[in-house]
């Protein structure tokens, strides 16, 4: 059994997020309160519970458009992307894959870092969120990555 679309906080994002965004301490503390969001071992010890249970893992909530400018919001995608990676490379019978997390702020920085996390790093799809910063997504400057994310071939993922 997959789940398709489970969150996940790795610690090296998280540690990333509270160093560029300190202001953030609601949220934070919320997410804090989910442990298997960030306790490999706790969320080990629930997946175990349904024999052969694995998850395809993404970030959750805030969206990186909401809380930081274009250049950290994309600096910050990397970063969850390259963590995300790293867990399912480090856990593969866990985490079969992963998909990426990109910041729409810079439409032409988010189709090079949806093209370099399916490509270099395997994700199996994106992202993205139903608004960019209160921008609806179906605006002319988001048309290029959906071409781009179409070429691949893989699933969007609306949160």
């Known amino acids: 059994m997959i789940d398709l679309y489970t969150h996940i906080l790795p610690a090296s994002f998280s540690a990333a997020l509270a160093a560029v965004s300190p202001g953030r ?30 998850q395809v893992i993404s970030l959750p909530n805030p969206p ?9 919001a994309a600096d ?8 995300l990676a790293e867990l399912c490379a480090r856990h593969p019978d866990r985490f079969p894959a992963f998909v990426a997390t990109l910041s729409l702020l810079d439409p032409e920085g988010a ?22 910063a209160g ?3 179906d605006r002319p400057e988001y048309q290029p990555l959906f071409a ?5 071939d893989l699933p969007v993922w609306l949160h």
């Open 25 to 54: 301490g609601d949220i934070a503390a919320r997410l804090r309160g989910v442990r298997p969001l960030h306790d490999l071992d706790a969320r080990f010890r629930a997946m175990d519970a349904v024999p052969g249970y694995s």
């Open 64 to 72: 990186l458009e909401d809380i930081l400018p274009a250049g950290a």
């Open 76 to 83: 910050l995608a990397r970063r969850a992307n390259d963590a």
């Open 111 to 132: 189709v090079r870092e949806a093209g370099r996390a399916i490509t270099a790093l395997g994700a199996r799809g994106v992202q993205v969120f139903t608004n960019v």
């Open 135 to 137: 921008k609806p997504l």
């Open 148 to 152: 781009a994310l179409a070429a691949h």
